[in-house]
C-alpha cells in the first residue's frame, strides 16, 4: 500500500510539473541585441545628436542613506537570485543611483525591448497628434488607413487602438492571434511558426499582411466585440497605429520617432527598431537601445509629462487608466493607459513590460525610474523588483 501511494504521489508530482507553465524566455543574446542579427530584414538604425543628455550619479551622501544603501544591496540579491537578469538601471531625479549588468549584459549592449516598444509607439502617437498629423484620437483608423476595412482595427478609434479595446482578435499566446495553419515556415524544422515575429523578421510575412493580407484572413477568433467594449492585450493594435502613423506622416514609424522623440531623449549611442520586408516597423516590439539611453528616455518622458502643453497633457492621460482590466484578470495591474500599464497593485507609477522579463517603472511622484532587462521570466522576479520599487519610493 505504501508503495502504491508513493507511486501514486511520485506520479501526481509529475504530472504537475509537466502541466506548470515554462518560463517566458529568450536567446540571451537576442535579449542583448542579437534579433537584428538573426532577421533578413533592414531594422532603422537611430543615430546620435549633438552631446548626450548628462545621468550623472547621485551625490556619495543620498546614496548613501539608510534606504538607498539598503535599496543597493537588496538589488545585489537579486542579482544573484535572478541570474536572468542582464541589466537594472535605477534612476532619481535624473541621477543614478544604481547601474548594473551581468551575464551577457554590458553598457555597450543594446537591450531589446519587446512589448514595451508599444509604450514607445505610444510616444510617436501623441507626438503625431500634437504636430497636427493626427487631427483627433476619436478619428476611426479606416480613415486614416482605409485598408483596415470593417475589421476591429478599422471601427476602431485612435483611441480605442491605444487601449488594447478594437476587439479585432482573441489573443492566443503573449498578445497574438491563433492561426488556422500557422503562419510563415521555420527554416531549420520546416514547420510554420504560431506567432508572427519570427516570419516577419524573416521576410517571410508583413505588417500589410497581418492586419489586412492574407494571414489577416486565417486568423480564428476574430472581431469578438465592438471596439471600445472591453480591454483585450493585442500586439496588431499596436501594429495597426504605426501603420497610422506611417500613413499621416509619409514616413515609417521608426524614422518618426527619431525624428519626434528619440533624438529629444539626447542619446549617447545609436539604437535599432526592428522593420518588416516592405520597411513598415515592428511597432509591438523590436525596439533596441543602450541601458543608459533607455534611461534618457525615461527622463525625458517624466520631463515632458510636467509640461502643460499638448504633449504633456497626452501623456498624463496616456500614463493614467483609460480603460480597466477584465473582471477575474490576473494582472499584476488593475488599468491599462494608452500602450502603458497603470495601477499596479504592489507598486507606484506607470509600466512599460515586456516578454522575457522586461521592465520600465516610472513615478512622477518621486520621479523615480527602475529599468530592468532580463532573458527569462523567473517565477518571483516581477514581484520581487516591484516590491523593491514600492520600498524605493517610500524613502524621502
Keep these: 500500500m505504501k508503495q502504491v501511494t508513493a507511486t501514486l504521489l511520485l506520479s501526481l508530482l509529475t504530472l504537475g510539473s509537466a502541466l506548470a507553465a515554462p518560463p517566458k524566455k529568450i536567446d540571451p543574446t537576442h535579449n542583448v541585441g542579437g534579433y537584428i542579427d538573426a532577421g533578413t530584414t533592414t531594422p532603422h538604425t537611430f543615430t546620435t545628436y549633438g552631446l548626450p543628455r548628462q545621468l550623472p550619479a547621485i551625490a556619495e551622501t543620498e546614496r548613501n542613506n539608510t534606504n538607498n544603501s539598503l535599496i543597493r544591496k537588496k538589488i545585489d540579491q537579486y542579482l544573484k537570485d535572478f541570474p536572468a537578469t542582464t541589466a537594472i538601471l535605477l534612476i532619481d531625479d535624473g541621477k543614478v543611483l544604481l547601474e548594473a549588468y551581468q551575464g551577457v ?31 483627433s484620437l476619436d478619428t476611426t483608423a479606416n480613415t486614416l488607413v482605409p485598408e483596415l476595412g470593417q475589421s476591429g482595427f478599422g471601427r476602431s478609434t485612435v483611441k480605442q487602438l491605444l487601449m488594447m479595446s478594437s476587439g479585432a482578435y482573441r489573443s492566443a499566446r503573449s498578445g497574438q492571434p491563433a492561426f488556422k495553419n500557422g503562419i ?12 508572427y515575429s519570427w516570419p ?20 480564428l477568433n476574430k472581431n469578438v466585440h465592438q471596439p471600445g467594449e472591453g480591454f483585450i ?10 501603420k497610422i502613423i506611417e500613413r499621416v506622416t509619409g514616413m515609417p514609424l521608426a524614422r518618426y520617432f527619431e525624428q519626434s522623440v528619440w533624438k529629444n531623449t539626447k542619446p549617447e549611442a545609436s539604437g ?7 520597411g513598415s516597423t515592428m511597432a509591438s516590439s523590436g525596439f533596441q537601445a543602450r541601458l543608459r539611453d533607455w534611461g534618457r528616455i525615461g527622463v525625458w518622458i517624466l520631463n515632458s509629462r510636467a509640461q502643460s502643453d499638448c504633449f504633456g497633457r497626452y501623456l498624463t492621460s496616456a500614463t493614467q487608466t483609460q480603460i480597466p482590466m477584465p473582471k477575474g484578470s490576473k494582472s499584476l495591474f488593475r488599468g491599462y493607459g494608452y500602450q502603458w500599464w497603470t495601477e499596479n497593485k504592489m507598486a ?17 511622484a518621486t520621479r523615480k525610474i527602475m529599468i530592468k532587462f532580463a532573458y527569462r521570466h523567473d517565477y518571483g522576479s516581477a514581484g ?6 514600492k520600498q524605493w519610493n517610500a524613502s524621502p
Design 348 to 364: 507606484p507609477g506607470f509600466w512599460g513590460l515586456g516578454y522575457a522579463g522586461q521592465i520600465l517603472a516610472i513615478n512622477p
Design 184 to 195: 510563415g515556415l521555420h527554416p531549420k524544422y520546416g514547420r510554420p511558426y504560431k506567432g
Design 272 to 278: 535599432h527598431w526592428e522593420a518588416d520586408r516592405d
Design 384 to 389: 520581487t523588483l516591484m516590491k523593491l520599487f
Design 200 to 219: 516577419m523578421r524573416l521576410g517571410q510575412t508583413s505588417v500589410d499582411d497581418l492586419l489586412w493580407g492574407r494571414d489577416w484572413q486565417q486568423v
Design 233 to 242: 492585450y493585442k500586439g496588431a493594435d499596436t501594429l495597426a497605429l504605426g
Design 105 to 135: 549584459g554590458s553598457s555597450s549592449s543594446e537591450f531589446y525591448s519587446m512589448s514595451i516598444g508599444k509604450s514607445m509607439t505610444s510616444l510617436a502617437v501623441g507626438k503625431a497628434l500634437c504636430e497636427g498629423h493626427i487631427g
